[in-house]
T-cell receptor, first 109, second 111 residues
């Protein structure tokens, strides 16, 4: 079945860039998403990319998609302490989203 | 900005009781979903709903679960005879053609 994998933890210094990686298995995914979850909160849609695109930039966020390798990444420029959260990638399989395990990003001063 | 709203934010129920989790999706969205997240685990798909019927459901969504859109705005998840392992955060989501937005979740605790 479909599977989405992420590394569990990432720790960065404030002001540096963060890169969160994700791999997926379903080559027929149409859209891929990044969500942010702060402690005790819901899932906040950060950005998404259509599968025929390689890159999408949205302010501090850059999404890169390598469809051949089924690899998705989220780069956060100038990472701030407020960016500390769990980041989930998700692929859209037909109608539903399949989520990764989530990457806990910790930003230290 | 339009948002998906869920009530209650926290529900405590005794094992064996029925619970109804409520959601108000974004008004012009046509696709609705329920997901759950057991503490510390992945967000898991439960069910999708389109055109007043279930379009897809996961193995988790057995006869204990049901969904309903009783009027033009609410979308509910009913869990009959709750079990301890039903304790989780339940998220409602709605989607237009591209973007899927999630509610803040209902934390269900079965005791």
């Amino acid at each position: 079945g479909e599977d989405v994998e992420q590394s569990l933890f990432l720790s960065v210094r404030e002001g540096d860039s963060s890169v969160i990686n994700c791999t997926y298995t379903d080559s027929s995914s149409t859209y891929l998403y990044w969500y942010k979850q702060e402690p005790g909160a819901g899932l906040q849609l950060l950005t998404y990319i259509f599968s025929n695109m390689d890159m999408k930039q949205d302010q501090r966020l850059t999404v890169l998609l390598n469809k051949k390798d089924k690899h998705l990444s989220l780069r956060i420029a100038d990472t701030q302490t407020g960016d500390s959260a769990i980041y989930f990638c998700a692929e859209r399989d037909t109608d539903k989203l399949i989520f990764g395990t989530g990457t806990r990003l910790q930003v230290f001063p | 900005e339009p948002e998906v709203t869920q009530t209650p934010s926290h529900q405590v129920t005794q094992m064996g009781q029925e619970v109804i989790l409520r959601c108000v999706p974004i008004s012009n969205h046509l696709y609705f979903y329920w997901y759950r997240q057991i503490l510390g685990q992945k967000v898991e798909f439960l069910v999708s709903f389109y055109n007043n019927e279930i379009s897809e459901k996961s193995e988790i969504f057995d006869d204990q679960f049901s969904v309903e859109r009783p009027d033009g705005s609410n979308f509910t998840l009913k869990i009959r005879s709750t079990k301890l392992e039903d304790s989780a955060m339940y998220f409602c989501a709605s989607r237009d053609n591209t973007e899927a937005f999630f509610g803040q979740g209902t934390r269900l605790t079965v005791v």
